[in-house]
């Protein structure tokens, strides 16, 4: 894989979007008890030399083509621009091995972790596909996995409950606090404390203390460098007027967006889970509800309490119902360089509906949320019908058919 | 004149008593909200020497089961920072040996955020609070945002140090800490008891050994699975002292009185 644009190979591949103790602005940072200390250190060591590491980028680039099956298409959704005006492509990452972006992560981590030796890989998920993604890179290597998710998270995403022990991990419930997302990350953590020797945390998302989310988002700009190369062919540019992405933590867009942030001219629209609305009480809006905090190793934006106790969040998404959110898009959202619009639970399952019906597309519920807010562009973009505009669609539907046939 | 050239009741501790300082830490507004002051003063009052207050927060990921439930008791109470600091009001000027008995409080970095540092700081010291733990604050952001502040207050911190810091890493610490040096006795998470028989392995010996040959400018104190008398004397063997939390907090909730306790770990 070309981590290159036209421009400059060497600066893109040693482009680092966070200062060197891993803010963006005033967020991000490494708020980690000493215990996790030596494991971080070695990790941003490591991460660091693989920048320069051919063998290590070879190995990548090859199971991300040909197991992971990239470049995923870029697609022309020709009835959906006719509704809407603009056009539209999607970025199929849903159809990606095991059905989301969240595989280009672990692949990458994966084989960091075998180059730190690790013989033992420990992960959260929420709506269970960061779970499966990480037992299936776990099962190619021959690695052994543990799997924390919430106990009510196992009972909501029961068919990748059954694909991650089909995969060889270790399902464990998250029984503390409220038992959902939050929780696994913080049983992950604890695990991770107690066995720092043999064992590697493939973190989910672009959370976490540095140097994850600058790594997190390093494996997922393959996104945006596919985007760029796809549009180009199709467009005669690689810039799009919007690029739209659903934020749980923050993965999808952060690879979605990465060789964008420089490009002044494209408008980044991130999605967030508004859940009931932004005003019930209910919801997982952490742009728009969220206060200056520190969670999870990382000072952001979070959903708390006056007294600082981390919130619980609401949305009918597994995958977006995460109290923080990534520094970096955090720092996005202070420093205007994107918008965010907040999509309720009822915009994001009319939006993925539409798609199955106009498409033959049947959306990840999370990714349903980047969907509906074509509805607030169009709304707000006067000459929308002229613009070009690129959805990643993070992931697949199929482990949402419960939660989809029940609402609708 | 006078208040500010009190010496920190940590230091006059480790000037007076160099050897088997007993701290025990538990956490406020558990069992019950109204228990902290009485609980400050019966360990005081029983002897133990330095008492650590934990300030509970809602995702304490450096915790084991047994703080983690101490925290979330606490929290269904309804403690917070303002109403621990309300509790505590006038405390030091209490009958016995509460005058003396130095109290550190500890909490991940958070809460003690949205309070806001230079507040908290100002109350800690209208309090009669010595010292801090937040683990989860890291030394390049204490050293260059916080440091002057604490300092200001008169409040020390307190920073740990585990099996796999470094040496040049602990002599770092030792650097940046007063009051005492919280070496955690084993890479995990607090109350770890997969230690049964509470032996020191042949590693931890080492470990602690190390350290004594350093010749820190701090006392230090032993943490993390420090359970009864003999984990307590075992561990200060090796150190000026050892912290005793989850099992304190288990003791509370089986009801027994605080007194009980601390005799079970300070008896001849
Ligand atoms: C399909 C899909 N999209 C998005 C997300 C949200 O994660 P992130 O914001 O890190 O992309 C998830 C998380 O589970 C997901 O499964």
Redo the contacts between chains.
Sequence with gaps: MKYQTENNKETILRSKIADN?GYYGQFG???????L??NIEEIEKAYYALQDDDEFKKEFEYLLKDYVGRPTPLYFAKRLSEKYGAKVYLKREDLNHTGAHKVNNTVGQVLLAKKLGKNKIVAETGAGQHGVATATVCALMGMECIVFMGEIDIERQQPNVARMKMLGAEVRPAL??SKTL??AT?EA??YW??N??DTHYIIGSVVGPHPYPEMVAWFQSVISEEMRNQLTEKEGTPNPDYVIACVGGGSNAAGAFYHYIDEKNVQLIAAEAAGMGISSGQTAATIACG???????SKTL?M?T?????IEPYSISAGLDYPGIGALHAYLADSKRAKFYAITDEQAMKAGQELALLEGIIPAIESAHALAALNNLKEEDADFDEKVVIINLSGRGDKDLSTYSKYL | MTTTTTKNRIDSLFQRKPNEILTIYFTAGFPKLEDTRRILIELSDAGTDLIEIGMP????????ETI?YSN?VA?DNGM???QLFEQLEGVRNEEGNIKQTPIVLMG????????GIEDFCKKCKEIGIDGLIL????L??YETEYKSVFEKYGLHII????P???EE?IKK?DELSNGFLYM?SS???TG?TSNKNSELSEMQSDYFNKIKSLNLKNPTQIGFGISDKKSFKQATSYSNGAIIGSAFIRHLESGKTVKEFVESVTSK
């Design positions: 103790r940072g490494a708020y980690i008890p000493e215990m200390y030596p503390s606090g939050k929780d913080n953590m604890r404390i107690n720092p020797v206060t200056l905090g520190v969670l999870h190793g979070l708390q006056q007294d600082g106790q981390v | 927060f809602s995702d304490p990921v450096a915790d084991g983690q979330k929290l917070s920072i303002r991940y970095l958070n809460p003690v955020l949205q309070f683990p989860d604050l890291p390049f952001e920073f740990l140090v585990t796999q810091t470094s890493r610490i955690v890479n995990s998470t770890n």
